[in-house]
């Protein structure tokens, strides 16, 4: 069911000459994700840990928060022209004690964006359980330039494509314990989210989570909900993000490439000499 990749045929052209070679594409395809069998939402996401994924968006949308309130995780049968299943509805079980869905979700999610279909900026502030402030996490500068090389090290489709996000979950001596991709980078967050969820790990206190593009909204309230105190992006946070991150007290690190970066937000857990 690890249908990371797709091989198709491509015309290459280098300079003036051109020949056919088979080429390895980022594999996109639906996911229905259902609750208690009811159609919730459609993401495109790139197959493989679709448990960890709806897992960890249901973490994401508040209604769970601790393992013991996801009774079960299944496959239903989401069936092709041919008959067979495409493994692309996975149907949750929740406990009672879970929360309720907060606000209306369109049905059609994007692998570019996790909030689509919200109503408003304002329903999308969704207070976590685990406030990360108080966190007492400390990390040196050279633990932070180390992280993206460990990340990149642990990205097995993304060498064979070139198209696919990833996220990676640390431990505070910049351990990796998870590493998650996809095309979309919301749901290579939400696969570590779901996957410390599953394995009783939330929350994530003293923990980071390094993201292989951009630092959005929705990627740091998803940091948050997590209880994650540190998050940090090889490319640029948005205005949004940093905003967020000082208003919950995270730690939000941008542009950490080489042996830089810069810190947005929550800068008193970066320990610098001097």
Known sequence: ??????????????GTEAGERPDALAAEEPLEIRLGGEPLTVTMRTP???????????????????????????YCAGTDAEGLNTYNVVDATVRGDAAPLSGHRNLLTTSACGLCGRDTVEAVRTHS??????????VSPA?????????RAAQRAFDSTGGL??????????????VREDVGRHNAVD????????????????????VSGR????????????????????????????????????????????????????????????
């Open 1 to 14: 069911m690890a249908r990371a990749t797709v091989r198709r045929r491509v015309v290459r052209l280098r």
């Open 48 to 74: 493989g840990d679709d448990f960890d994924l709806v897992a960890g968006f249901l973490v994401g949308e508040g209604v769970v928060h601790e393992a013991g309130q996801l009774a079960a995780l299944r």
């Open 129 to 138: 359980r685990y406030p990360v402030a108080g966190d007492g996490l400390r």
């Open 143 to 151: 633990l932070l330039y180390a992280l993206p090389d460990r990340l």
């Open 165 to 178: 996000h990833a996220a990676g979950l640390f431990d505070a001596r910049g351990e990796l314990l998870c």
């Open 191 to 210: 696969k570590v989210v779901g996957w410390a969820l599953r394995e009783g790990r939330l929350p994530l206190t003293g923990h980071l989570l390094l």
């Open 215 to 274: 630092a959005s909204f929705e990627l740091t309230q998803k940091a948050a909900l997590a209880g994650v105190p540190l998050l940090a992006a090889v490319s640029a946070p948005s205005s949004l993000a940093v905003e967020l991150a000082e208003e919950l007290g995270l730690t939000l690190v941008g542009f950490l490439r080489g042996e830089s970066a810069n810190v947005y937000a929550g800068a008193g857990r970066v320990t610098v000499a001097g």
